[in-house]
């Protein structure tokens, strides 16, 4: 399968797992779990959604392979932690920015929706290239 198609299959399931994400982080947050363990278990609803479509649908592997989910599992991980490395400092940034006229305009809710797309580009991008050539390579 060409790149560009597994680009937009990837950018259609990842709107999705964003999605999944973000509801559940702010479900989390709304029933005062800490922000940095909503941050953990959105991360997880999202992969586990995200392998099983990203595998499916977007790189089109069939077969069930334990190698292909100790990667994947390996690799969200490792971006597990950069978004909620991400996220945070996100928020500490924005939370000393809040302290200057300039940036008036910010509140919590903006704090926090803001980080959470930082953190989630990040992870974007690199849980894409993860994927597609150490994942589900062929």
């Known amino acids: 399968m060409s790149s560009s198609k597994?680009?937009?299959r990837y950018i259609m399931?990842?709107?999705?797992?964003?999605?999944v994400d973000y509801l559940s982080y702010l479900t989390l947050l709304?029933?005062?779990?800490?922000i940095s363990v909503s941050k953990a278990c959105s991360f997880l609803c999202g992969a586990s959604f995200a392998f099983t479509f990203h595998?499916?649908?977007?790189?089109?592997?069939?077969?069930?392979?334990?190698?292909?989910?100790v990667k994947?599992?390996?690799?969200?991980f490792t971006t597990l932690m950069v978004n909620i490395f991400s996220n945070s400092l996100g928020l500490l940034?924005?939370?000393?920015?809040?302290g200057f006229s300039l940036f008036s305009f910010l509140t919590p809710q903006i704090?926090?929706?803001?980080?959470?797309?930082?953190?989630?580009?990040?992870?974007?991008?690199?849980?894409?290239?993860?994927?597609?050539f150490w994942v589900f390579k062929k």
Request: hydrophobic letters at 50%; a positive charge; charged letters at 10%.
């Open 6 to 8: 597994q680009i937009k």
């Open 13 to 19: 399931i990842g709107a999705c797992t964003v999605l």
């Open 30 to 34: 709304h029933f005062g779990i800490t």
């Open 55 to 69: 595998k499916l649908f977007t790189f089109e592997s069939k077969q069930f392979c334990h190698k292909e989910l």
């Open 72 to 76: 994947f599992s390996t690799l969200y």
């Open 93 to 98: 940034i924005l939370g000393w920015l809040m």
């Open 111 to 132: 704090n926090i929706t803001l980080s959470f797309i930082g953190a989630t580009g990040l992870t974007i991008i690199l849980n894409f290239l993860g994927q597609k």
